[in-house]
Structure formats: structure tokens, C-alpha cells
């Protein structure tokens, strides 16, 4: 959870509303489609865009930024994300 909060906190953008929430990760590809990590997210939704039009617009950054939407925000897991992207992230989120 400390990650997500650094990370948030570099992120500047008057768009954007963050918080950090838990989420439960799905574990693989496919292999194991009932198990779970607990892990947090980067829970993001932009004041003027719905969460399925911000989540493609991430996408479409270089690199993309793939996250998923639940209860109509973008939830960004850093779980699969190496800490050396973390400054990047923080950038392009900043960006948009």
C-alpha cells in the first residue's frame, strides 16, 4: 500500500481523482481462474471523462498503461509493475 501512496502523490493532475484501495489480483493467465492475491490499487477517475474512456486513453499512451474498471473507475495495480516504471507512471498519468 506504501507504493501506491508514492506513487499517487507524485501524480499531478487537477483531471484526475486518486485513493489507494485494496483489490484482490487474479494469479496468471488463465491457469488458476479462482485464485486470488490481495494486493492495492491506484484507484483513478477523471473529473470530465467516464472510467471506460479514461482506461483508453491509458491504453493509447507510449507505453500504455493497462489497468481495469470497477464501480466505474480505473483501478491501476502495481502489482505487475516493476518499481523502476513507478516515476514514468506518475509522469504519464500526470500528463494526461
Same mark, same amino acid.
Given at each position: 500500500?506504501?507504493?501506491?501512496?508514492?506513487?499517487?502523490?507524485?501524480?499531478? $493532475? $487537477?483531471?484526475?481523482?486518486?485513493?489507494?484501495? @485494496?483489490?484482490?489480483?487474479? =494469479? #496468471? #493467465? #488463465? /491457469? !488458476? @481462474?479462482? !485464485?486470488?492475491?490481495?494486493?492495492? !490499487? +491506484?484507484?483513478? /477517475?477523471?473529473? =470530465?471523462? @467516464?472510467?471506460?474512456?479514461?482506461?483508453?486513453?491509458?491504453?493509447?499512451?507510449?507505453? @500504455? +498503461?493497462? #489497468?481495469? +474498471?470497477?464501480?466505474?473507475?480505473?483501478?491501476?495495480?502495481?502489482?505487475?509493475?516493476?518499481?523502476?516504471?513507478?516515476?514514468?507512471?506518475?509522469?504519464?498519468? /500526470?500528463?494526461?
Amino acid at each position: 500500500m506504501r507504493r501506491c501512496r508514492e506513487v499517487a502523490s507524485r501524480i499531478n $493532475s $487537477s483531471q484526475l481523482v486518486l485513493d489507494i484501495v @485494496p483489490v484482490a489480483s487474479l =494469479v #496468471g #493467465g #488463465g /491457469t !488458476a @481462474p479462482k !485464485a486470488t492475491l490481495q494486493s492495492c !490499487a +491506484i484507484s483513478s /477517475t477523471a473529473q =470530465v471523462l @467516464p472510467a471506460v474512456e479514461l482506461l483508453s486513453r491509458l491504453r493509447k499512451l507510449e507505453p @500504455p +498503461i493497462i #489497468g481495469r +474498471i470497477s464501480e466505474d473507475t480505473v483501478l491501476l495495480d502495481l502489482r505487475t509493475v516493476p518499481p523502476d516504471f513507478d516515476d514514468e507512471l506518475a509522469s504519464l498519468l /500526470t500528463s494526461l
